[in-house]
């Protein structure tokens, strides 16, 4: 098995990025939002990529990549990076589905928890997950994540309103100044 690791997304990860997107369109319906054809092809990613880099050079995220030895396999971000009295940021992952259930998503999550802490300072990790995405509910307790509340019709996929789980995880980080 190849190890895991993340970096930050770079423009030249579109292509790689449109594939396995592609690939998995209709396998992730359930879990991702509605997006227009032109996200699936190399062009569409490289805008989403532009405007992710666009965020980070603002300080409002950091959004990366996972990667198996030289193989992007999917992504991981920490989004919506608030500072001041809050010092926290949201996380967001996905991995193809090919790379599923061989422990790349947990691996690329504890690597995610060190950048928040050590690099991005932050306080607190927040994510979400459906009800029902039991696999990643147990990735994030495995890395300390505690759930605290439901958001009912909170998010639109596949056709439908879903309901969502609140998970958080308090990190050593977040000095305030």
Do not use: C
């Amino acid at each position: 098995m190849n190890a895991t690791s993340i970096r930050l997304i770079d423009p030249s990860d579109g292509p790689a990025l449109s594939g396995l997107l592609a690939r998995d369109a209709q396998a992730y319906a359930r879990w991702l939002p509605a997006r227009p054809a032109d996200f699936y092809t190399p062009e569409g990613q490289a805008s989403v990529v532009d405007s992710l880099l666009a965020s980070h050079t603002r300080g409002l995220a950091w959004p990366g990549v996972m990667v198996s030895g030289e193989t992007v396999i999917g992504q991981i971000s920490i989004s919506s990076i608030l500072r001041g009295p809050f010092q926290k940021g949201y996380l967001g992952y996905w991995v193809s589905s090919l790379h599923q259930g061989r422990g790349h998503t947990s691996r690329a999550v504890g690597l995610a928890l060190r950048i928040a802490e050590d690099e991005l300072d932050l306080h607190r990790l927040e994510a979400h997950t459906r009800l029902d995405n039991v696999a990643s509910q147990a990735v994030l307790r495995k890395h300390g994540f505690r759930s605290w509340g439901i958001a009912h019709d909170h998010f639109h996929a596949d056709g439908a309103w879903h309901d969502e789980v609140f998970w958080e995880r308090r990190l050593a980080g977040g000095s305030v100044s």
